[in-house]
Nanobody
């Protein structure tokens, strides 16, 4: 059974930082691309960042220079370090495990991030 469990969300003031974690089980973690997505109230889910199985990274323009994605294959965990947070970063953040040219992907249940003073 595949499980992705996000953690690390919470309430933070503008300009603050959070680190999200996504712990995976039931998959061969090292061969999966790990992505972070987010969904704000009333909006569609959007791409935030991805780290491939080959450790290449890509970011949405809105988070470049502020967010850093990483992975620890020994711990089957992906991370999203978020700095200089803005109110518009408020959303539920989801992690996704996928493989290139494979149709099946897996999602976590999400973790709430709220940026507010």
């Amino acid at each position: 059974q595949v499980q992705l469990v996000e953690s690390g969300g919470g309430l933070v003031q503008p300009g603050g930082s959070l680190r999200l974690s996504c712990a995976a089980s039931g998959i061969n973690f090292s061969i999966y691309d790990m992505g972070w997505y987010r969904q704000a109230p009333g909006k569609q889910r959007e791409f935030v960042a991805v780290v491939t199985s080959g450790w290449n990274t890509n970011y949405a323009d809105s988070v470049k220079g502020r967010f850093t994605i990483s992975r620890d294959d020994a711990k089957n965990t992906a991370y999203l370090e978020m700095n200089s947070l803005k109110p518009e970063d408020t959303a539920v953040y989801y992690c996704k495990a996928s493989r290139y040219q494979f149709p099946t992907s897996y999602w976590g249940q999400g973790t709430q991030v709220t940026v507010s003073s």
